[in-house]
């Protein structure tokens, strides 16, 4: 037993080394020297360089910002840090986070803060008072994680940056400023990363504005799916501090990022040794706390470009029920999605748009891809419209953000990419020789995997077999083989008090999760952008009690279903009616007036909905 252990642990960190790369003109490189010197070269090539210092202005934009810093806001980011905020940044970074170059992980710091806390805390409490950084400090690791089973070239490979812990201490801080003012910046069409938003609101509104694409009698209507080449590394820096300044940050927090992002020095780390030495030019650092919150702001000035010339061209017309909440974009940092009518002046202006952002910011669409999706309406725009674009063309189911867009109902083949994920993680697992308390440990961990789906499609029961078939088969096998279960699943997704193993039960998470997104229709959130359009065209003259189940999309009719399992569970207490309906919501303890009185509203003259 521990003889195979060892070998396949050998055999897994075998298979991780890199014993040869393919060069960019095709020459194949086995030399190990010739393969270190490879990486170097590219990344040397992205990252470094000569860094790019012109003049840019981007305040032209602030008519077209949602919010621009107040005085207020400005000091209090920039307000004296104190040795409590220094200690809890060192003590929220995780201890199993990689170390940087220095090679201590949070784990020392934590362990060793009764000795070397004072000295920490004057050390950090120096950059914040002086606006420098030593260079040390901001020496980064660049650690290599494959994008594809066999990676062949370097590109390939996801450059993740591992940095030191005090240097990780210091930008968390200014996350942690930063997080509080973010969401007052950013579009609502934008999710990522800002303070009370999802990422479902982007792949839930994309679903409801891709429905229909297969049929003629709609008006034409396209898509953009663009791809960002390389998108956090070719950040330009003085573009980064033109949008912060564009925002309102006060010049001394634009010097600290400043700072922390233009200092940094790179080794790539390749079959465990780093290697290499060169000075960053450009770019922003994946596995950097900050770099997340920067790149949104970055993609925020695309927003504004675009909503400039939407506004002041006048030839742009919108996607089918999007011109009343004024959308043309949904975006999860570099995951971008543009709506328009299929129309040339349309389209056009998108390109331009990007064009004219991609000249300042360094962010450029990747033709290859990139993809314009027509409806089936807009088939005779097809030719005009790509030859303006130069992209490719795409076809619904789209994948966006790992999940499939539809233009019809959710079926086993659109669920095929997260069913392969489960067994290539499955897969994984097999190799580390689980005992049967580590794969049920393991079958809890994989719920990851359909709940990102789940989150935002209602399973029909074929998907819920499938899935439940895999985890199965690994609890009972410790592979993906049909094998004899010795306890119903039914029996093993109870809680451990109740006899069963704790395994999530995939149907009741399914529904638990889906029944979140009513609940955030029925309290109006205000954060997010999907909840406004479904208020605006689906709810207009009803409410979630009181709509057709037949009505909508086949992913809204599923969700509305869900509203009798929820309706127990809620109860409305009356205030000033600005998000209330007197017909629709059942206040009354007889459920909503409406089906019961349907001339009330004519006879008393009170409105369907709230003015």
């Not at 006048?314 to 999605?337: I, K, T």
């Not at 309290?523 to 009690?545: A, F, G, K, P, T």
Request: with cysteine; hydrophobic share 40%.
């Amino acid at each position: 037993m521990q003889q195979g252990f060892f070998r396949k642990v050998a055999k897994r960190r075998a298979s991780k080394r890199v014993f040869q790369i393919n060069t960019t003109d095709g020459r194949t490189l086995t030399d190990q020297p010739e393969v270190i010197g490879e990486f170097i070269r590219y990344y040397e090539e992205l990252l470094g360089g000569t860094t790019r210092d012109r003049w840019i202005d981007l305040r032209y934009l602030r008519p077209w910002a949602r919010h621009i810093l107040t005085v207020e806001e400005a000091e209090a980011l920039t307000a004296p840090v104190s040795s409590t905020e220094i200690r809890q940044a060192i003590f929220d970074i995780d201890e199993t986070k990689a170390p940087g170059p220095d090679g201590y992980s949070a784990g020392f710091f934590k362990a060793a803060w009764s000795v070397i806390g004072e000295e920490v805390t004057q050390a950090l409490l120096d950059f914040f008072r002086t606006g420098r950084l030593l260079k040390q400090i901001n020496a980064t690791l660049i650690s290599l994680i494959p994008k594809v089973n066999s990676p062949s070239v370097v590109a390939e490979f996801r450059p993740i940056s591992c940095c030191n812990v005090l240097y990780k201490a210091v930008t968390k801080i200014l996350v942690q400023r930063m997080r509080s003012i973010l969401h007052t910046l950013i579009s609502p069409s934008q999710n990522a990363f800002v303070p009370g938003r999802s990422i479902g609101d982007n792949v839930l509104l994309a679903q409801e504005l891709f429905s229909g694409y297969n049929q003629r009698n709609l008006p034409p209507r396209c898509a953009l799916k663009v791809d960002l080449r390389k998108a956090y590394d070719t950040v330009e820096w003085d573009f980064l501090k033109a949008a912060l300044t564009l925002f309102g940050f006060p010049e001394r927090f634009i010097q600290w990022i400043v700072e922390c992002v233009t200092t940094t020095s790179y080794s790539v780390c390749i079959n465990g040794a780093p290697h290499g030495f060169f000075r960053g030019a450009r770019g922003l650092r994946q596995g950097d706390p900050m770099s997340p919150f920067l790149f949104v702001l970055v993609m925020e000035v695309l927003t504004l470009m675009l909503r400039q010339r939407i506004e002041q061209n006048g030839g742009f017309s919108y996607h089918w029920r999007c011109e009343a909440v004024q959308l043309f974009q949904l975006s999860f940092a570099d995951d971008l999605l543009l709506f328009s009518k299929a129309e040339p002046n349309s389209i056009q202006l998108f390109k331009d748009g990007l064009i004219d952002f991609a000249e300042l910011s360094g962010l450029q669409a990747n033709l290859q891809k990139s993809h314009l999706i027509l409806s089936r309406s807009a088939a005779a725009y097809r030719d005009s419209l790509l030859a303006i674009l130069d992209f490719q063309e795409g076809h619904l189911p789209l994948r966006y953000l790992g999940l499939p867009l539809l233009a019809s109902r959710l079926t086993i083949s659109d669920c095929q990419p997260i069913l392969r994920k489960m067994e290539a993680r499955i897969k994984g697992w097999e190799g580390v020789m689980l005992s049967f308390a580590g794969r049920v440990s393991s079958s809890n961990l994989s719920y990851q995997l359909y709940r990102c789906i789940g989150l935002w499609h209602l399973f029909c029961q074929n998907i819920i077999k499938e899935i439940e078939k895999r985890l199965r088969n690994f609890l009972w096998k410790g592979n993906l083989d049909t094998g004899y279960a010795k306890v119903s699943w039914q029996q093993v997704c109870r809680p451990v008090n109740e006899g069963g193993l704790g395994i999530r039960d995939i149907h009741s998470l399914n529904k638990g999760l889906m029944s979140r997104h009513l609940w955030r229709i029925i309290s109006h959130d205000s954060n997010s952008i999907w909840v406004s359009w479904i208020l605006h065209y689906r709810l207009q003259e009803s409410s979630v009690w009181t709509i057709r189940t037949r009505t909508g999309t086949w992913g809204w009719r599923k969700l509305i279903r869900l509203r009798d399992a929820l309706r127990p569970h809620v109860h409305y207490q009356i205030g000033d009616g600005t998000s209330f309906s007197l017909w629709h919501d059942p206040w009354h303890p007889r459920g909503p007036l409406l089906p019961q009185f349907p001339l009330g509203p004519r006879h008393t003259a009170l409105p369907l909905q709230p003015p």
